[in-house]
């Protein structure tokens, strides 16, 4: 795991977190075993230009706990907005995120091996 030089943030249930973790392969977190709506990441913003098209605007949040047992998974799947597809993670559990956001460290990225056609997770 790398720190990216840029950093993604939003707000999840009245809260500011972030920053977020970057999942480097964008995953299809819908089609994942188990995945679950759970709500919206509002404002989301970065300062990556291939996501600056996406500041101010609301993320899909799922749970995927096969995937990301302890995560919420923000996603926006890229096609027709004219953004990159992209896939971020945050720590389920109350005020965890906040103080990271205070802290002023830049996202992660987490490399997502490619998965063998027809394997699942």
């Not at 799947?77 to 992209?86: D, I, L, T, V």
């Not at 965890?96 to 460290?105: K, P």
Request: charged letters at 20%.
């Amino acid at each position: 795991m790398s720190r990216a030089a840029y950093s993604d943030s939003g707000t999840w249930q009245s809260q500011r977190v972030g920053p977020l973790t970057r999942v480097t392969l964008a995953v299809d977190v819908p089609r994942l075993p188990g995945a679950a709506r759970a709500g919206q990441l509002t404002r989301f913003h970065s300062d990556d230009p291939a996501y600056r098209c996406l500041d101010g605007k609301s993320r899909a949040v799922y749970t995927a706990p096969r995937a990301y047992p302890d995560d919420y998974v923000a996603y926006s799947e890229g096609r027709g907005s004219g953004c990159a597809a992209g896939t971020w993670l945050y720590p389920q559990g109350a005020g965890v995120s906040t103080r990271h956001a205070l802290s002023g460290e830049a996202s992660r990225d987490i490399v997502v091996p490619r998965r063998r056609r027809g394997a699942t997770l």
